[in-house]
């Protein structure tokens, strides 16, 4: 399925996923609104620069206003990239080492985001007979790992809303999956070592790290094929959830 002619709304896409995300579904014809709460002029020029569309809209994905006055503006979205999400920065993530300031931020942001944005989305999809969406949930959702309480349990709750909005929207011919990537090589990772790299490298069967591109790739499948796919979260993480304990 093409692209052409359709508006995608992409959340984060001033860098990592986000940006690679925007890209991609530019080059597949979408004219693309390139949302984050940072600047993403940046992202719009180099989609532009390639012979796309896009343009900039300024929102933080845990306002309800920033989302209605967003989807207002564009008057269709047909696509909805949910990728925007943050990791605690502002505590330790262990579940007794957490603070309440902690994990309100980064629930608030990495699960109350997605529902805002689904919710605003969706009513247009049904007046308009269908579209897609696609969250960005994490392994984390998936597996125990270390220091990640506050964020396993936002990704988790992603890969459940995801679930059930599927199966609240099926009817209205929107579908709606979530892609559980593993370690990704973007700025989220931070001033990591090239040890702790090389580290979280060696957990993915395939052995790197993955690239932002290859969860941009799953995105556009979901839109542009996947036409017997909902409700899914699906990993793309070199391999990581099917590696044994030795
Ligand atoms: N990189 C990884 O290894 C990895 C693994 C699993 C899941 N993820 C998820 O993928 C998504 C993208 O991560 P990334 O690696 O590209 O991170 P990143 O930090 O490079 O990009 C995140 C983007 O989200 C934006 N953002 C943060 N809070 C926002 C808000 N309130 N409103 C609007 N925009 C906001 C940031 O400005 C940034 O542009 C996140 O949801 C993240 O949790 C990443």
Request: with cysteine.
């Amino acid at each position: 399925m093409s692209l052409e002619n359709t508006t995608a709304l992409v959340t984060g896409a001033t860098q990592g996923i986000g940006r690679a995300t925007a890209e991609r579904l530019a080059a597949d014809g979408a004219h693309v609104a390139c949302a984050d709460i940072q600047d993403t002029a940046d992202t719009v020029k180099a989609i532009e620069e390639a012979g796309g569309s896009a343009e900039v809209i300024a929102l933080d994905i845990r306002s309800a206003g920033d989302w209605s006055a967003a989807v207002e503006h564009l008057g269709r979205v047909d696509y909805l990239a949910n990728v925007a999400g943050v990791v605690n920065m502002i505590s330790e993530d262990s579940v007794v080492g957490l603070t309440e300031e902690a994990w309100d931020h980064v629930l608030g942001t990495d699960l109350k985001g997605p529902w805002l944005g689904m919710r605003a989305v969706i009513p247009g999809m049904i007046t308009r007979g269908g579209g897609r969406i696609v969250n960005i949930s994490s392994l984390a959702a998936l597996r125990g790992l270390p220091n990640l309480a506050s964020y396993s349990a936002a990704k988790g709750g992603v890969a459940a809303l995801t679930r059930q909005a599927a199966f609240e929207y099926a009817e209205h011919n929107i579908l709606i999956n979530a892609i559980a990537p593993g370690t990704i090589d973007t700025p989220i990772l931070g001033d990591i070592t090239p040890e702790m790299k090389q580290a979280n490298a060696n957990s993915h069967l395939i052995r790197r790290l993955g690239r932002a591109a290859e969860i941009a790739s799953m995105v556009a499948y979901f839109f542009r094929e996947g036409s017997f796919l909902t409700g899914l979260t699906y990993p793309v993480d070199g391999g990581w959830s099917a590696k044994g304990n030795f």
